[in-house]
């Protein structure tokens, strides 16, 4: 039996990985639409025929509502239509530089000042943008009449930076009357934070009551983020949170379809724009409750959002709604501090039970070391130690196993021409040896789903973005440069293999080399904190192994299967 334990062990290990690559899960949820059904309000949205072709956001206009008529005329210095030019305004904080379109005050690009983008030292990564190629916006306004939408031309006024001193930055775009309403929305930008404050006021100056919704959303291509790897796959997409439901993520693809699958309405929650490392989300007050979309506009074009009501507003009053919009990094920490459940885009897949605790004792340890390498080693040391039980027992059969394999290879070549006898024998030998041919594999099994745990912790952490650790690495979350590091894992890994006994049958043999060779060509090309975490857990597992079998009088030996 034990010339399937390492077989058994790597196919596991190997499923297990492409289980998670395909971000193969199954969510429950109602299917969306991007507006409430026609009892409520029905809605149009439409978008450019090639997002290459033009940078203009996609429309969500039209209602159900009847319109309302103004019966006044504007106030004084109320801007007007038809003399706001259409301009591009560039603010900055300490963390974030944004730009606004004044058409509908939206967020056409976002870039992070402490954050490079791959391989480009102090060229600031970029989320949101509106370019060529690509679409990805942040966007609001009004529905259930003729109302100010992301569309409509606004006026700005406030300040483009964050002065010295200052812990606040106040950005105000204010629509002319449409529909008999004006809208104003004013972005508050904090010192150090990558949640922005959006404030919605709405001013019916119409002669009749109105009962508008506000909508906030996300729109952004289908594309994949550039620079993203072909070995190992990351969610890219729209998430929704709520607390009856939790997570849900939602493919383009299924959106495609109209196969999506979410919370449709909440009096809580949040909807998410989610990549690998950043996020984008907007942000309800808790208890506001809103309905949930996500559709097609376009070609390769999608939106996710809420839409919730403002409430009735009789003439010459105002409304207002305050939001959250938050675009930045995945720091765990800080995401669990703006929201509940606001971690989760950081995705850990199956996973997450287990990743969420290793974070923590990693993120401790790198408080204390200061190096995330380094912080790395101690972790894969600290779990080893943990599992050190675990291991010996299994070690421990291994070797009894190698100690008895001259016997067991000595009769299968005495019976190999008769299979039944050959495994009453091996059977007899088992006992009298007192071995336990599975022995060795189930206190390993046990411990696969914690180290994909912590795979996929340093896979998702942006913590190990630009991270140094020694010498030539000079960045955890992409590949060695030079090689080094797979060239190391694939030898320990190697040299692991040779340590056990070999499977009596000889293909059986040759696949237990295949597999982790395999296995450690497609290391190449992973992250350097992935491969530096594997070659660890390696280089102590072949140090345990080593001196369990000294200490049982097995000598080490390499075992190397025939290949003619």
Sequence with gaps: MNDIRRTILWVIFAFSLVMLWDQWQVYNGHKATFFPSASNVAARASAPASAAASA????????????????????????????????????????????????????????????????QTN????????????????QSGLIGGPFP??????????????????NELVLRFESPEQGGVRLIKTYTLKRGAYVIDVRHEVVNQSGQAINPQLYVQLVRDGNKPPGESSFYSTFTGPAFYSDAKKFQKVEFSDIEKNKAEFVTSSPDGWVAMVQHYFASAWLLPDGKPHENFARKIDQNLYAAGMITPIGAIAPGATAAVDARLFIGPQEEKVLESIAPGLELVKDYGFFT???????????????????????????????????????????????????????????????KDNPQQMQQEMMRIYREEKVNPMGGCLPILIQIPVFIALYWVLLSSVEMRGAPWILWIKDLSVRDPYFILPIVMTLTTLLQTALNPLPPDPMQAKLMWFMPLIFSVMFFFFPAGLVLYWITNNILSIAQQWLINTRMGVPPQFNLPKFN
């Design 56 to 119: 203009t956001p996609p429309a969500a206009s039209a209602t159900a509502v009847p319109a309302a008529t103004s019966t006044s005329a504007p106030p004084s210095g109320a801007p007007s239509a038809a003399a706001l030019p259409r301009e591009r305004i560039e603010v900055q904080t300490d963390v974030l530089k944004l730009v606004f379109d004044t058409e509908g005050g939206a967020i056409v690009k976002s870039e992070f000042l402490k954050y490079d983008e791959t391989g």
């Design 149 to 166: 939408t992301h569309k409509t031309p606004m006026k700005f006024s406030g300040e483009r930076s964050l002065a010295d001193g200052a």
């Design 353 to 415: 039970i287990l990743s969420k605790p290793l974070y923590w004792l990693l993120d401790k340890l790198h408080g204390f070391i200061g190096n995330w390498g380094w912080s790395i080693v101690a972790l894969v040391v600290l779990l080893k130690i943990a599992f050190y039980w675990f291991n010996a027992k299994a070690y421990q059969s291994m070797a009894k196993m190698k100690a008895i394999n001259p016997k067991v290879m000595d009769m299968r070549e005495r019976y």
């Design 123 to 138: 060229q600031p990564f970029v989320l949101l943008d509106t370019s060529a190629n690509r679409v990805y916006q942040a």
